[in-house]
């Protein structure tokens, strides 16, 4: 039987058919926004953030080839979705990154160096993540959301205001970890916010491979999640529904589902060839949808960011670049054996074993 219309429920879920903006590619403002435009000192400060986070980017990038990182999986071009959201946080919300969010990370106040030690190769994640409420930047995919409907649910059931926001991939939404998540936190109200930041591809594999739903916004509307199509690319944009996704779970409303559409401008990681599976011609249409660019020409049109503010923050991110160089130029203390000592209380046999496969390979 043909369905006879949606029901006021279903289309409270629905997100939609144009991803909600507020600043065109242009940087022009939109004409008749659905979100409010944030205040112009949270738009400065997304700008400053943008900036620095990008030159955070660039040189841990540069550290791979220099060899002091093993691996960096890079945030350029998903600044406004990283730096959107984490400003869009309360002091005492929990973060829970993955592998693909060290802007995010540093952002959030988390030391660059102490960011960059896991993928440095140590066994260990770096920094407390109590200190920013920042949890492990989790590479299984998917985890995270879990951990973070653990969290808030938690939190709300010992009475405290605490909101979680989950940062996933396209490619985390075809894991079964990412619907339990949604459904239980859906069902415990949990206050949640699922940020899925589109990027077109999990490593090689394009979206058209792995879903055919309208969008990746749609697949919370089943669990009865409220779900947002958003211009991830606008830093506006992000903070406004993060903001406002956060307020909602605050106050005792629920997850949301925010789908931001974004592009990773670099390979998946410096491990990867991302000429072997895209075009240049398609780099160059997201580059062309630049977030940095797109809010610096906003803020310039109306008069908010001259010269000399300009000079000042990119001296600001200079000093933090230098500040990354010199704690990673320093000789780490890494013992390859530790990355088995601390798995288990009593390491089990197979743990044994690789472990003495490395030594032997070490020490020949
Ligand atoms: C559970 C699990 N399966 C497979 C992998 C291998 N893997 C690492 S990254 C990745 C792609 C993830 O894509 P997406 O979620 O879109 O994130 P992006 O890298 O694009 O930010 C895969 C399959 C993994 N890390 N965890
Ligand atoms: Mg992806």
Redesign the pocket.
């Known amino acids: 039987m043909a369905p006879t219309g949606l029901s006021a429920r279903e289309r409270s879920l629905l997100p939609t058919d144009v991803p909600l903006s507020l600043l065109s590619k242009r940087g022009e403002p939109v004409a008749d926004p659905a979100l409010a435009m944030p205040a112009d000192e949270v738009l400065l400060e997304l700008h400053r953030r943008i900036v620095i986070g990008r030159r955070f980017d660039t040189q841990a990038t540069a550290l791979t080839r220099q060899g002091r990182l093993a691996v960096y ?1 890079s945030s350029r071009g ?1 600044e406004a979705c990283q730096v959107g959201s984490v400003l869009a946080l309360r002091e005492q919300d929990w973060l829970f990154p ?4 060290s802007v995010a990370l540093v952002t959030r106040g988390v030391d660059p160096v102490e960011t960059l030690t896991l993928l440095q190769g140590s066994w260990h994640l770096g920094y407390d993540p109590y200190v920013h409420r920042v949890g492990p930047q ?6 995270n959301t879990l951990h973070a409907v653990g969290v808030a649910h938690a939190a709300r059931l010992k009475g405290e205001d605490t909101v979680a926001v989950v940062l ?8 079964g ?1 990412t619907h339990e998540a949604l459904n239980f936190a859906a069902v415990w109200k949990a206050p949640v916010v699922f940020l899925v ?7 090689s ?1 394009p979206m058209s491979k792995q879903n055919v739903a309208p969008s990746l916004a749609h697949k919370g509307v089943g669990y009865g999640v409220p779900s947002y199509l958003i211009d991830g690319n606008d830093p506006a944009a992000v903070y406004a529904t993060v903001r406002e996704a956060v307020g909602v779970a605050a106050a005792g409303g629920g997850p949301s589902l925010i789908e931001a559409l974004t592009y ?1 401008i670099e390979a ?2 410096n491990a990867d060839d991302a000429t072997r599976y895209r075009e240049s011609d398609e780099v160059a249409a997201w580059l062309d949808r630049d977030p940095l660019d797109r809010i610096e020409r906003y803020l310039g049109s109306r008069g908010l960011l001259d010269e000399a503010r300009r000079t000042e923050i990119l001296a600001e991110a200079e000093d933090f670049a230098a500040l990354v160089r010199e704690g990673m130029n320093a000789e780490p203390e890494l013992d390859p054996a530790d990355l088995f000592a601390h798995v288990y209380a009593q390491p089990t046999a197979a743990l044994r074993e690789q472990a003495a496969l490395l030594a032997e390979e070490l020490s020949s």
Request: proline fraction near 6%.
């Open positions: 999986p998903q993955t592998y693909r969010d989790c590479t299984p995919l998917a985890t996933l991939g396209d490619g985390a939404t075809s894991e970890d930041q589109n990027n077109g591809y999990a490593i594999v990773r998946h990681t």
